[in-house]
């Protein structure tokens, strides 16, 4: 077992991407994390949000996975591309 | 929402990291080619109403109804001076194609279409187009009006409005 | 409705005693103008949308929702070949335009333009077109649905169907 | 006095014209009338019945006068354009 199977058994590596006010508080549109294996939803926003002190609570976000709204319940997969959602503003 | 209005100097920041969600990732041959497939598409030019038109023509089809949102020169009593919107589009996309199908269950409709624009829009560009075809004319506008309502509360897109001093605010919907 | 389905012969006759209801008395400029000037006029050819958008350009408004009555290839189970429309041309522009008035009374919009034709259309034809402009959305689908039925109701306006035997029959609005 | 100027005292001229059914009823556009002083809407309705044998009785119409809808009870003038309104089905 080398290093970087050991690495894959204890973490995810996700894409964040931020839209509206979280691009505006994150400063960038992209980021990649890393994650351990139990993280959740939940846990993965409190974590950026301690990192870029995000104007929103959670309770005011949806959050879709790889392109699909889901659950906050959803598991988080390695390669994942993870988006919290404001309250959206079209039309 | 004092704290959303933005100064000048971080408008240039903003741009930056907004920059992404202000163009389509596909051509617009392929955005209209979307529409007419599944109903729903993003585009980052101006909308071509009459491509949209003829998506929709049927001679099963008595009732039309189409709603056009477009870019007002105001918002409550501030003078707006362009507005930009941000999409995250293939969300909107799957979102949007789910709207249409959901559309087709619950409204006696034929078909529907909508786009849904992002970019820099200036005053009296259309930001959303939604039309509606059925044999009978109130379902027509009962799914237009519910496609609407559906759009701007769920299809990923936002928008800021730039005011005459370059500041700028992050838009909440209020009809 | 068995006594209102007219034999190939009747409608001969039929046309020449309901041949002055099939043409306007004004020029096709004239008939635009007025709808300019009222917001409701009928016409005996083609309509023209993008005339009639252009009537309706706001840049205070957000919101356009417009309807087009188009002539269907059925009613109920029955193939239709054509329609004619007859109209009664100075009771209706008397009655749309205080129908116009009306709608804008009743509604917070900021105009509306309808116009209906009359005479001889095909099956996809645009018998009535309705448009309306308001700040925000809901005004807008509200008055243009109320403008259709009550146009519906209110403006002296008769149809006849033909069907593949050259018979025909005089309509009743069923939506 | 002549006779035309008696003629006036006691009857009004008055065009009425038709639409839909009540046009193939009375195989017309349109025809001059000329009625007595005191007729009414619903009276010059059921004279013009008596001739043409209309399907529809009066309570299924409206009545417009000088291209504007009035009331049954409205007075009719000399030299007034009447018109019988069957129900209508544009759209």
Same mark, same amino acid.
């Given at each position: 077992m080398n290093v970087n199977d050991k690495q894959k058994t204890i973490t995810k590596d996700i894409t964040v991407l931020y839209f509206a006010d979280l691009a505006d508080e994150a400063n960038c549109h992209e980021e990649k994390v890393s994650i351990s294996q139990s993280t959740s939803l939940n846990e993965l926003y409190e974590h950026l949000n301690a990192r870029h002190?995000?104007?929103?609570?959670?309770?005011e976000l949806r959050v879709a996975v790889n392109d699909y709204f889901v659950k906050w319940t959803e598991i988080i997969n390695d390669g994942d591309q993870v988006v919290f959602i404001v309250p959206v503003a079209g039309g | 929402m004092e704290n959303s209005v933005n100064s000048p100097n971080k408008e240039v920041q903003d741009t930056d990291v907004h920059r992404q969600s202000?163009?389509?990732?596909?051509?617009i041959d392929e955005a209209y080619a979307l529409a007419e497939r599944d109903g729903f598409a993003l585009l =980052?030019?101006?909308? =071509?109403e009459r491509k949209l038109r003829e998506m929709l023509?049927? =001679?099963?089809?008595g009732a039309f109804v189409s709603f056009e949102g477009r870019v007002r020169n105001h918002n409550n009593a501030t003078s707006v001076e362009r507005l930009s919107y941000y999409g995250y589009e293939a969300l909107a996309i799957n979102q949007g194609r789910q709207i249409i199908e959901e559309a087709k269950q619950k409204f006696d409709i034929t078909h529907a279409v909508a786009i849904h624009r992002i970019g820099a829009l200036e005053i009296g560009d259309i930001a959303v187009w939604i039309g509606v075809v059925s044999a009978h004319r109130y379902p027509a506008f009962d799914a237009c009006r519910w496609l609407l309502d559906t759009i701007k509360a769920d299809i990923p897109v936002w928008k800021q409005e730039y005011y005459g001093d370059e500041s700028s605010k992050w838009l909440r919907n209020n009809g």
């Amino acid at each position: 077992m080398n290093v970087n199977d050991k690495q894959k058994t204890i973490t995810k590596d996700i894409t964040v991407l931020y839209f509206a006010d979280l691009a505006d508080e994150a400063n960038c549109h992209e980021e990649k994390v890393s994650i351990s294996q139990s993280t959740s939803l939940n846990e993965l926003y409190e974590h950026l949000n301690a990192r870029h002190h995000f104007s929103r609570p959670q309770s005011e976000l949806r959050v879709a996975v790889n392109d699909y709204f889901v659950k906050w319940t959803e598991i988080i997969n390695d390669g994942d591309q993870v988006v919290f959602i404001v309250p959206v503003a079209g039309g | 929402m004092e704290n959303s209005v933005n100064s000048p100097n971080k408008e240039v920041q903003d741009t930056d990291v907004h920059r992404q969600s202000m163009r389509i990732n596909r051509g617009i041959d392929e955005a209209y080619a979307l529409a007419e497939r599944d109903g729903f598409a993003l585009l =980052d030019v101006a909308i =071509d109403e009459r491509k949209l038109r003829e998506m929709l023509d049927n =001679d099963s089809c008595g009732a039309f109804v189409s709603f056009e949102g477009r870019v007002r020169n105001h918002n409550n009593a501030t003078s707006v001076e362009r507005l930009s919107y941000y999409g995250y589009e293939a969300l909107a996309i799957n979102q949007g194609r789910q709207i249409i199908e959901e559309a087709k269950q619950k409204f006696d409709i034929t078909h529907a279409v909508a786009i849904h624009r992002i970019g820099a829009l200036e005053i009296g560009d259309i930001a959303v187009w939604i039309g509606v075809v059925s044999a009978h004319r109130y379902p027509a506008f009962d799914a237009c009006r519910w496609l609407l309502d559906t759009i701007k509360a769920d299809i990923p897109v936002w928008k800021q409005e730039y005011y005459g001093d370059e500041s700028s605010k992050w838009l909440r919907n209020n009809g």
